[in-house]
């Protein structure tokens, strides 16, 4: 007994070091950057974006947006989207609740098929729904 007591605390520190290093260890990706699970963004915190779509050039310019998450500094990055379209999207938005797919985009004033088009790339809605298209 005298010898098992000895032996319990090293060994009960030792399986909680290796935990912990599985547990760091196990968050990185193959290229050692840090994988995390995404979870909803409350509204008014800072929204989250994919890397960047390419443009016609094949360069990396624009970055991708979330339909539900962007506030309108992100909105006017896209193509076609000025000040009052990006006031469109965010007031459609706060009408009729989350987009559930990108092709909802059509729907609000001032965006029809052609802006739609060259937008296709650039924006998302995160995959909360099972019918989203991108």
């Known amino acids: 007994m005298q010898k098992f007591r000895r032996l319990l605390y ?11 290093v599985g547990f760091f260890l196990g968050r990185r990706s193959v290229d050692g950057l ?3 699970t995404q979870h909803p963004v409350p509204a008014g915190t800072q ?9 016609e050039s ?4 624009i ?7 962007a506030d309108l500094e992100e909105l006017m990055t896209l193509p076609g989207i ?4 990006a006031r469109s999207i965010l007031e459609y938005r706060e009408a009729n609740g989350p987009f559930r797919q990108a092709t909802e ?14 937008l296709r790339d650039y924006v998302y ?10």
């Open 10 to 20: 090293p060994a009960l520190t030792l399986c909680f070091l290796l935990a912990m």
């Open 34 to 36: 840090i994988l995390t």
């Open 47 to 55: 929204s989250r974006s994919l890397p960047a779509a390419p443009d």
């Open 58 to 61: 094949g360069q990396q310019s």
């Open 63 to 69: 970055r991708r947006v979330d339909l539900n998450r």
């Open 82 to 85: 000025g000040e009052a379209r």
């Open 105 to 118: 985009l059509m729907k609000v004033s001032g965006i029809g098929e052609g802006i739609f088009a060259k």
């Open 125 to 134: 809605v995160e995959d909360d729904h099972e019918d989203s298209d991108y």
